[in-house]
């Protein structure tokens, strides 16, 4: 009654955490049917939805080593200019109060 292409469609949704009543609307399919599909397909959207839950997790691990290396060489700067301007600048609180900020986030 439905071909490949709809039930393939219906995979990626529910495998993308997406309600039944949200994918009736978008593939144009009963929910009823849908239940029935989630049943018959419960293996193949649990694979799926655990290697998109590991794609997002390997995402969010590279951009969190990126966030760290990037204030990490942001707190190098920082120091650098402190050394160069001494304590008897007027700024340098400005200064001491970024270090402090970075070498907060970096603890985290």
Same mark, same amino acid.
């Given at each position: 009654?439905?071909? *490949?292409?709809?039930? +393939?469609?219906?995979?990626?949704?529910?495998?993308? #955490?997406?309600?039944?009543?949200? @994918?009736?609307?978008? @593939?144009?399919?009963?929910?009823?049917?849908? $239940?029935?599909?989630?049943?018959?397909?419960?293996?193949? $959207? %649990?694979?799926?939805?655990?290697?998109? %839950?590991? *794609? !997002?997790? *390997?995402?969010?691990?590279?951009?969190? $080593? /990126?966030?760290?290396?990037?204030?990490?060489?942001?707190?190098?700067?920082?120091?650098? +200019? @402190?050394?160069?301007?001494?304590? #008897?600048?007027?700024? $340098? #609180?400005?200064? !001491?109060?970024?270090? #402090? /900020?970075?070498?907060?986030?970096?603890? +985290?």
């Amino acid at each position: 009654m439905y071909d *490949d292409s709809t039930k +393939e469609k219906f995979i990626f949704c529910r495998s993308q #955490g997406m309600s039944y009543a949200n @994918i009736a609307k978008k @593939i144009k399919v009963a929910k009823s049917t849908l $239940i029935k599909w989630n049943k018959d397909f419960e293996e193949e $959207i %649990l694979k799926r939805r655990n290697e998109h %839950l590991n *794609d !997002l997790r *390997d995402e969010y691990l590279v951009s969190e $080593i /990126k966030r760290v290396e990037l204030f990490g060489e942001r707190l190098k700067s920082v120091r650098a +200019e @402190i050394e160069k301007k001494g304590l #008897g600048e007027l700024k $340098i #609180g400005q200064l !001491l109060a970024l270090e #402090g /900020k970075y070498v907060k986030f970096l603890e +985290e």
